[in-house]
């Protein structure tokens, strides 16, 4: 994998921890009110949904490159809006555009970098990126709290990040490379829009290991956004010590790092079980949210919480590297972008079931759910692959 490259995505998910733990509070102090500050996320979660696959499509289509340099520009414009913020109307606007460079971002980095290493190279690359995006968050986070604390109203954080993306434009255009190639092979240029979505859409439905690498992307986004809104009230109920917060957040992107390393060594060693490591990995995630819903003592649920994203980081890794197999090049940013919107619909999908029993047993009701999808998921793409016997359905999941 290219220098380049990589600190490309190490200086992009650093700039996302550093405002990972104030993003709420510099709303907050730019203008937004508690009433409005759940409005202003709907905003940014909304503009991703409906972004995410068509700039999947902009990045086969355009260039992987150009659209990495146009999510910097979206998030330079983002986090100036946000320094200038003083009313509700500005911060949707600096949403929007942060939103828009997020989807913009997803898929085409890491589409280039896998185009670069060559198919040989799936499970070093994937397990590299997800190393090097975890590695990034979690000193992004330690950073982001050290600038909290430095001027008013977390203008060190907003300064912080313009700088970072201004950097990352600046790289992007001068280091990076992009070998020329034509989208959608002999396609006429007026069809590659509408065959590149086609697609797209088929391989998603197809059957066998397409169908399956969706559907348990869908009830992993379910598990992920299930864990991460009420991980922390559910820490909170032990009493811990403020900053055991933090440690505990930085554990669990350490956890993903550890996780990504060792799907490269199983992927490496057992080449043709990859689909067997993933239904795996699947089961033991849904095992331990199942696990985390049981009462127990603070240090259980820590370790717990720690090991369920070891399994995230290990299951990711193995996912991409299934998916990447079977995409091909000219298709490749668009597919990871639309497993990327199923991971978010999967999420979606979380925020309303959590809301509808909120009165039913509240966050452990929604772990067991999670982890009964995962189960389920798992179990049931397991007795079909053991069900086919003929080598076309064998190959096919």
Known sequence: ???????????????????APVLSLTLLAHGATLGTLSLLMAVYSATVIAAEFPSGVFADLAGRKNAFLLSTVLQVVSYALLLLARTAPVLALAMVANGLGRAFASGSIDALAIDQAGEAALAKVTARLSMLESIGLALGALLGGVLAGVGERYTANLTCNLGLYALLFGITLLAVREAPGTACGTVP????????????????????????????????GFALLAVETYWQPALEAFRPPAWSFGVVSFGSFFCV???????????????GAGVVWLLLLKALLGGLLCLLAVPGQAGGFIALYGLLYGAVGCGGVVENTLLNRITPSAQRASVLSLLSLTVQIGGLAASLCGYGIRAYGGYATLWRIAGGLLLAGAGAAFLYRRSKVSGRDEAAV
């Open 189 to 220: 240029r007026r069809e590659r829009l509408p065959a590149q979505v086609r697609y797209s859409v088929a391989l998603m439905r197809r059957r066998g290991l397409p169908r399956v690498l969706f559907g348990l992307a869908l009830a992993t």
């Open 257 to 271: 790092a550890v996780g990504s390393h060792l799907a490269e060594r199983l992927l490496r060693r057992r080449e």
């Open 1 to 19: 994998m290219a220098k380049p490259l990589q600190i490309l995505v190490l200086l992009r998910n650093l700039a996302l921890g550093v405002m």
